[in-house]
């Protein structure tokens, strides 16, 4: 088995590098082999929405312009993949979001070479309560292409390498590594009944829908105890779902957009005259 440690962070034996690593270690004492890259290493640019990764079901056109289809083909070598992130102003950096931008022909187009594989998600933060979009960003991520997330949590640590203090969160950071080669999940709180992620939002007053899935909930009294009904899952990154929405939300978007184009073009015509 092969596993392989991504860390979004730029310093070098910060606390997610070193988190990072010491999953790997974990993962090697369960018998793995393991690799270590850092994203920032890599030139990721930001994708220009012609979703011909969708409509032709190819790699992004622009693969021999950055580093982001080589990294998707690198992953795809391994089992499984730990990532771990710093918080930047409560979520995670911008490079992991425009690559998972440019990657949707790893989530659809070419098909899902790692779909059910397994991954560990850690989030370092340097304030507790400062970190809330971390984990459902990360998680965003990771299901989206289709791992399985054996365990995730947040580490807080605030100066670089400050994470080697705390004993108890490097070795959950080294039980994960285990549990990703032995395929067994971690008791970590999954609050979604769908995903497990744990954010929210209102649609009504008494509605809450998974920002990561979209399952809903109402609250309801049981028993004399406030608690919440999920009236609807939703399984929004299953692979079956996901070939789903590109079929039937987003490809039918082609030609009515192809029979409207020349209206729309006539129709911009003042905004390029006027600023
Ligand atoms: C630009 C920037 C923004 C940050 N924003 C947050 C934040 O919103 N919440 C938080 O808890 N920590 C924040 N931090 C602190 C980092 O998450 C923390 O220092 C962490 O240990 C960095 O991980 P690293 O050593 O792997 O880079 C921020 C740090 C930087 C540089």
Redesign the pocket.
């Given at each position: 088995m092969k596993i392989l440690g991504i860390?979004v962070?730029?310093?070098k034996f910060?606390?997610?590098?070193l988190l990072v690593k010491e999953t790997l270690l974990g993962a090697k004492e369960a018998g793995a082999e393991v690799d270590f890259i850092r994203l920032t290493d890599y030139k990721i640019l930001p994708c220009e929405g012609c979703i011909n990764c969708v409509i032709k079901k190819t790699e992004c056109i622009f693969r021999d312009k950055d580093d982001s289809m080589k990294l998707y083909r690198k992953i795809t070598e391994y089992d499984g993949l730990v990532l771990?992130s710093?918080?930047?102003?409560?979520g995670v950096p911008g490079i992991l979001k425009m690559w998972l931008d440019r990657g949707m022909a790893y989530m659809y187009g070419i098909g899902r070479p790692n779909s059910g594989k397994p991954a560990v998600a850690i989030g370092?933060?340097?304030?507790?309560g400062?970190?809330a979009f971390t984990l459902p960003q990360m998680a965003t991520f990771l299901l989206s292409l289709g791992y399985h997330i054996v365990d995730q949590f947040i580490a807080?640590?605030?100066?670089?390498?400050?994470?080697l203090l705390n004993d108890k969160i490097l070795e959950r950071a080294h039980r994960a590594g285990k549990s990703i080669v032995e395929g067994k999940d971690m008791p970590y709180e999954k609050v979604c009944p769908s995903c497990g992620q744990n954010m929210f939002r209102f649609v009504d007053h008494n509605t809450i829908e998974c920002a990561v899935c979209g399952t809903k909930g109402r609250f309801v009294v049981k028993d004399g105890l406030p608690t919440v009904d999920w009236f609807y899952i939703e399984r929004r990154w299953g692979d079956e779902d996901i070939v789903e929405h590109f079929e039937h939300k987003i490809l039918p978007s082609v030609p009515r957009f192809l029979k409207n184009r020349h209206k729309i073009k006539e129709l911009r015509r003042k905004y390029l005259d006027t600023i």
């Open positions: 860390s962070s730029d310093r910060g606390n997610s590098d771990g710093p918080t930047y102003i409560l370092v933060a340097g304030v507790e400062w970190e807080h640590a605030q100066g670089p390498g400050e994470i």
